[in-house]
T-cell receptor
Framework: GENVEQHPSTLSVQEGDSAVIKCTYSDSASNYFPWYKQELGKGPQLIIDIRSNVGEKKDQRIAVTLNKTAKHFSLHITETQPEDSAVYFCAASKGSGGSNYKLTFGKGTLLTVNP | GAVVSQHPSRVICKSGTSVKIECRSLDFQATTMFWYRQFPKQSLMLMATSNEGSKATYEQGVEKDKFLINHASLTLSTLTVTSAHPEDSSFYIC???????????FGPGTRLTVL
């Protein structure tokens, strides 16, 4: 089955700096890669996703890049703010119907943005 | 994005009792919902895929007789933890696919504490 590795496990940055979180996946058939933000005691919130037919996607301060050949994808957050502090999870799936929408998650990155 | 709700948000029960958790898609229909369990400071672990009108598909190692799943309508799936024990204490989260690209949206989670 799919295996998703995520690094680093913790990341501390100063407000205004950039943060980068990296993930690798093992199944070359995976074609959908979402990123989730989870605040303490809450469910994960989808913040951005990318499909295998594009290499990069951006939404304001957040961007995701995908390298299919190397089987890795990254989350980039620019101009970080204290409210960006949370646990971030990457995930991968085959993205087609029924059970193929099953997500495999990385272990998470605890991002702390210091004011 | 699509809205998924869960009820209750917190439940405390005695060992040996059964607990039912509801997951609802509020503004869309979901033929497939997913149930996850998350232990403190860990990632989300998929327990089962809930299919409307048919039996759930359980992940390896998850006891189907202990974690009963019913997906009776296109907007409601329930997870019943039968004869709960302290080791079942965890954060249970459901999700559902929505939209043209089948993004997966998560509920707010249910904190189960078994005394």
């Amino acid at each position: 089955g799919e295996n998703v590795e995520q690094h680093p496990s913790t990341l501390s940055v100063q407000e205004g700096d950039s943060a980068v979180i990296k993930c690798t996946y093992s199944d070359s058939a995976s074609n959908y890669f979402p990123w989730y933000k989870q605040e303490l005691g809450k469910g994960p919130q989808l913040i951005i996703d990318i499909r295998s037919n594009v290499g990069e996607k951006k939404d304001q301060r957040i961007a995701v890049t995908l390298n299919k050949t190397a089987k890795h994808f990254s989350l980039h957050i620019t101009e970080t703010q204290p409210e960006d502090s949370a646990v971030y999870f990457c995930a991968a799936s085959k993205g087609s119907g029924g059970s193929n929408y099953k997500l495999t998650f990385g272990k998470g990155t605890l991002l702390t943005v210091n004011p | 994005g699509a809205v998924v709700s869960q009820h209750p948000s917190r439940v405390i029960c005695k060992s040996g009792t059964s607990v039912k958790i509801e997951c609802r898609s509020l503004d869309f229909q979901a033929t497939t919902m997913f149930w996850y369990r998350q232990f403190p400071k860990q990632s989300l672990m998929l327990m089962a895929t809930s299919n409307e009108g048919s039996k759930a598909t359980y992940e390896q190692g998850v006891e189907k007789d202990k974690f009963l799943i019913n997906h009776a309508s296109l907007t409601l799936s329930t997870l019943t933890v039968t004869s709960a024990h302290p080791e079942d204490s965890s954060f249970y989260i459901c999700s559902a696919n929505s939209g043209a690209y089948k993004e997966q949206f998560f509920g707010p989670g249910t904190r189960l504490t078994v005394l």
